[in-house]
């Protein structure tokens, strides 16, 4: 049970209140950038390349330029004019922002039509005739370092390879000695597949620049409005577009996954457009260009091995990784991470010894890899950790969950120095998985499958007991651009005891609205329906790095509480003025200050603010107003034990997921239901690329899913009826002992799918199978071991 | 996803509606749900110069009987379909397959004839509708003409639709007493297209002798296929499993499907045996609940 301290009148930390911003989204009165209409507005539409790898032998504008309201057709050598053809990428990459004589990937920007409505350049982009000269693309990661492969980059001096970088991590040397003496040694091949956060909005903008004033004001689908801001400052500066005559406003997010924390070539388009034409320019993106152009997700393919002993005990694991990152690194990582926090793949279990190591390579495919709902490539590693676990297991004889059981790090042995060098803050892993196998009868489900066996039907379980970084982070390590990844807020409480408060991160559909305001309700006492909360407007938000990666309630939601504890402060000191008694005298309930021993004389919070503005004691500052930048001194490590339990239709080989427990463990819960609804969400995204979603390319590059008549995103339908609780132990290090939730549900759920599907095929010999694992693909598996025909 | 621009046109009656067809020729299209029409403008596979809109025509909706014959408007909704009493009563089947079509949304729109006039192997009725035996009524200039369904169906998108006609109508025979149906397809997720869909239509005597058999196939064929072996390995005999698993066998042998990312000739062949398998088993059992 989750303890309130506070009265449900206040609303604080533990209350399920409901989701301030829902009464707007449930009527349809939210406001997207799509919403934004303004006056003389024109509007873009772009012309994309049906190949992978071609030359642009000419761009014919001219017949374009004849449909009625088409007003401009911008290309590549437009831009080279004001040095605006390429841009950084967040990894200090570089990227085109339109080609002036290759294009790279499918469906890249070629050109882009300007006209006085969206219909016009539609029909305008139809009209633009672009000749290419295709050459053979390289499309496979792993034949992108033959000798014999196109030097994609040529555009980089002396560049000679398609390799893009290496990263290791742990001891190579220790690793290696242990793999080659261990008594058990498992091994397997696994690939993470390309795929995209397909959020219900696309990316899109409304650039607005004012010649008059030289002021561009641009409304964007951004998860990070202030790194937006000044990025475009510092690409656009030389034209005149400094910091301080810009403002980035992002409006309602219709969820963004990551993938709205990159900037896309269209948006500095549209910027581009608008400073020239001195109009607004407005950019929407329709479904297949936001699937087949914008960054992906993932694309790791991983050698993941596990050493042991015959009785089960993890001695060490060893990953080697092939990142597949498109044509340029994309990726949205602090910047001395280029494979974000990969390195927790050493997972929730007690052994010092591993290495890792990472090869990103170019190919003619899209940029990326964002973090889809997930802190920078953990999904990847749990994947990693939690399979090669199972093949562990399966190996030494052992149930997956004794072996895991056996192998945790112990709760008392918190903080724990991981062997690539992460400090655990806490957890308790054991009373996770145990309150996840009670949920569902474990042992019961077991006895089930072994009766099961012997008939023939198919029928598996599968565990993944995942530990999460998040909350990135302290700045001495975490950067993103330069910029250290701190967030703010920002409180102002009103003479009458209501407040404001803002935020450099911005919600995308978590509930900021609503759970900001119920950290600040709990540490000051003011009823969180009366404190409203702002986000996503560069000229009224404190600076922040904006909302990915789990790190708003472990950044922003922590300032928001070191915030309000200065107010607390202060208000402690009039209530002593107005009560006439020494600080030390009073106590704190959470609305009121009373006098110890004395009750009855009380000052509430609203009293003490009102007196702020209008009594406050001689020499104080007036008004009540606080503001924190908050730097985290570590990371936040939430967990969980999800157990799923599928069945396999023998003959049509369809999978059922019967049951899905979910166990997690986020630290202290601001908002129950909110926490609830994330890890439905976060589940469901986890079946998806377990089951369903993956973005596949020939091997001349087409995509073959560019639709989502066939990239498969599940629905309700598809998804089972999840079961979900928690255990709690709370941050030792956060101000309100909370670790961050978002991803966690879907960093961990694709591991307990997989290891149940396979789980459910060991009777025949296999013991791993790439996600997305679908039907089509068991029955290929099974007719590899003859158990179909071919 | 905006489509060239284009001429609405809204006929009040068919006679309008046939005029405008033949007035235009190549260039005019009919739109009933708009559920295949309008996201092929939308990508600009198709780009007609004329979109004819059929649904103000009155009387394009009923579902009724009649001496024996179950008439079924080409503008009746797959929700209608999926509410009919009078369907229900001779036609579970139709709760089965409206049910695996999208979703309520679409099915508010999505019409029967539309659905069989798009000529499309991959769409789910014409294989009930060569179950059932249905023939089609086409109406042109010159008056109406009724098309077995085994006639309708020609090549890709190609159906005996000729210019200047439109299709009206769709007749079932109201099926003998011991009859049952059934329809089912495996999709990779609900709304998409078959891997492999099976309708079948048996007739069971009271001797347990299968008198009349419909089996048809959903996406395993460039044109929706009549399982003809199949049905041969039914009819003048008992529904012994050997025959259920020789229908099933024949099925999977004489389907044409083709690899996609739904799956491999192999998959496809073997999941439509199985469907057949299951979906024989199943309308025997409503055959003998009749």
């Known amino acids: 049970m989750i303890q309130c301290k506070t009265s ?38 772009i012309v ?77 982009r139809e009209a633009v005739i672009v000749e290419y000269e295709p050459m053979k693309p390289v499309i496979d990661p792993f034949k992108s370092l033959d000798p014999s492969a196109p030097v994609l980059r040529s555009d980089k001096e002396g560049k000679t390879d398609n390799h893009i970088w290496n990263w290791k991590a742990g001891d190579k040397e220790k690793t290696d000695t242990l793999f080659e003496t261990a008594d058990v040694v498992v091994k397997e091949q696994m690939h993470i ?36 801001r000044t990025v475009i400052a510092l690409v656009a500066g030389h034209v005149g577009l400094t910091e301080e005559k810009v403002r980035v406003i992002a409006p309602d997010i219709g969820g963004g996954f990551g993938g709205k924390v990159p900037v896309y070539p269209g948006y500095v388009i549209a910027i581009a457009v608008s400073f020239l034409v001195g109009k607004p320019v407005k950019w929407i993106e329709d479904r297949s260009e936001n699937l087949q152009a914008d960054s992906f997700a993932r694309d790791y393919h991983i050698t993941a091995e596990m050493a042991g002993t015959k009785d089960g005990k993890i001695l060490g694991t060893r990953f080697k990784i092939l990142a597949d990152h498109g044509y340029t690194d994309a990726s949205a990582n602090p910047s001395k991470f280029p494979t974000g926090m990969f390195s927790i793949a050493t997972g929730s279990y007690d052994y010092g010894t591993t290495y890792m190591e990472c090869d990103a390579v170019y190919t003619n495919k899209p940029p990326g890899g964002v973090a889809y709902r997930c802190s920078f490539r953990v999904t990847e590693a749990v994947h990693a950790i939690e399979r090669i676990t199972d093949r562990f297991a399966f190996e030494v004889g052992k149930d997956p969950a004794d072996l895991r059981m056996q192998n945790f790090i112990k709760k008392e042995d918190f903080p724990w120095k991981s062997p690539t060098g992460w400090i655990y803050d806490s957890g308790d892993y054991h009373a996770g998985l145990q309150k996840a196998m009670d949920a569902l009868n474990y042992d019961e489900l077991r ?46 409480v009103h003479p009458t005891g209501k407040a404001i408060a803002r935020f450099g991160t911005k919600s995308q559909g978590q509930g900021h609205e609503t759970t900001y305001a119920q950290i ?38 922590a300032a928001a509480a070191i915030a309000a504890r200065k107010l607390r402060d202060k208000a402690r000191k009039i209530a002593a003025y107005l009560l006439e008694v020494s600080e030390d005298d009073l106590e704190w309930e959470p609305g009121k200050f009373f006098v110890k021993g004395a009750p009855e004389k009380a000052k509430t919070i609203q009293e003490i603010v009102f007196a702020a503005y209008t009594n406050h004691p001689q020499g104080m500052e007036a008004g009540f107003e606080a503001t924190h930048y908050y730097d985290p001194p570590n990371l936040t490590f939430p967990s969980g034990a999800y157990i799923c339990v599928v069945d396999i239709d023998r003959e049509t080989c369809e999978i059922k997921v019967r049951r899905f427990v979910a166990i997690d463990d986020c630290g202290n819960i601001i908002n129950p239901m909110i926490v609830q609804g994330q890890v439905h969400g976060g589940l469901t995204q986890g079946i998806a690329p377990a089951m369903y979603e993956e973005l596949i390319y020939d091997e001349s590059g087409n995509i073959l899913n560019g639709t989502f008549m066939d990239y498969l995103v599940p629905t309700a339908v598809e998804s089972p009826s999840w079961e979900t609780g928690h255990t709690v132990t709370p941050s030792p290090h956060h101000p309100i002992g909370a670790k961050g939730v978002g991803e966690s549900p879907t960093v961990g759920a694709p591991p307990a799918i997989a290891n149940a599907i396979v789980d459910a095929l060991t009777p025949f010999g296999i013991t791993h199978l790439d996600i997305p694992i679908t039907p089509f693909k068991i029955f290929k598996a099974l007719q590899e071991k003859g158990v179909f025909a071919s | 996803m905006i489509a060239q621009s284009f001429q609405y046109e809204s006929p009040g009656t068919l006679a309008e509606a046939i005029a405008l067809l033949n007035q235009y020729g190549d260039e005019a299209k009919v739109l009933s749900g708009g559920h295949s029409l309008i996201p092929m403008m939308k990508l600009r596979f198709a780009s007609p110069g004329y979109v004819i809109d059929i649904n103000g025509i009155p009387g394009l909706s009923d ?19 999926e509410h009919s009493a009078l369907l229900a009563k001779y036609f579970p089947i139709f709760k089965d397959v409206t049910k695996l079509i999208a979703d309520p949304q679409v099915r508010n729109m999505g019409t029967l004839g539309g659905n069989l006039a798009h000529g499309d192997a991959a769409n789910d009725h014409p294989a009930v509708m060569i179950a059932l035996g249905a023939s089609v009524i086409i109406t042109g200039a010159d008056g109406e003409r009724e098309v077995p369904i085994d006639e309708f169906f020609y090549g890709f998108y190609m159906t005996a639709i000729q210019q200047g006609e439109i299709l009206t109508e769709i007749r079932l025979p109201v099926p003998a007493a011991g009859t049952g149906n059934a329809y089912h397809k495996l999709e990779r997720k609900v709304g998409d297209y078959a891997t492999s869909g099976v309708a079948v239509q048996l007739t069971i005597g009271s001797d347990g002798i299968v008198t009349a ?78």
């Open chain 1, 447 to 492: 006895r089930e499958q072994a009766e099961k066996r012997a008939k023939g039907e198919l029928m598996g379980i599968g565990i993944s007991t995942f530990t999460e970084i998040v909350g990135a982070g302290p700045s001495k390590d975490f950067d993103i651009l330069g910029i250290k990844m701190f967030d703010s807020a920002e409180i102002r």
């Open chain 1, 520 to 557: 600040i309700a709990e540490e000051l006492g003011i009823p969180a329906e009366n404190i409203a909360i702002e986000e996503g407007d560069t000229d009224t938000a404190p600076y922040g790095l904006g909302t990915y990666a789990s790190r708003s309630t472990p950044t922003a939601g």
């Open chain 1, 193 to 228: 597949p390309r795929i995209h956060v397909a959020s219900i909005e696309t990316c899109g903008c409304v650039a607005d620049y004012s010649k008059v004033n030289n002021h561009l004001t641009m409304y964007m689908t951004t998860q990070a409005p202030h790194a937006i």
């Open chain 2, 213 to 290: 058999a419909g089996i048809g196939l959903t996406n395993v064929n460039p044109v929706p296929l009549r399982a003809t072996r199949s049905e041969e390995a039914l009819v003048g005999k008992p529904l012994t499993e050997e025959n259920i698993l020789l229908a099933a066998q024949y099925a999977s042998e004489d389907c044409n499907p083709s690899a996609d990312l739904r799956g491999s000739e192999d998959y496809k062949r073997h999941v439509t045996g199985v469907l057949v398998k299951r979906m024989i088993k199943k309308a025997a059992e409503r055959a003998m609940a009749s």
């Open chain 2, 63 to 81: 579902i009724k009987e009649e001496n024996g014959v179950v008439h079924i408007g080409a503008l009746a909704r797959e929700a209608d379909l």
């Open chain 1, 48 to 124: 994309r390349s049906p190949y992978a790898y071609a030359k642009i032998k000419k761009i014919n504008i001219e017949e374009a330029m004849k449909v009625p309201g088409v007003v401009a057709v911008v290309t590549g050598r437009d831009l080279e004019k004001y040095n605006l053809h390429w841009m950084p990428t967040l990894m200090s990459d570089t990227q085109m922002v339109l080609p002036t004589d290759t294009v790279m990937y499918q469906s890249q920007e070629v050109a882009a039509v300007i006209a006085t409505t969206k219909y016009a350049a539609r029909d305008g």
């Open chain 1, 8 to 45: 449900k009148a206040i609303g604080g930390m533990g209350h399920s209140l409901k989701r301030k911003e829902d009464a707007r989204f449930i009527q349809g009165k939210g406001n997207y950038v799509d919403d934004v209409k303004l006056p003389g507005m024109l509007y873009m539409d």
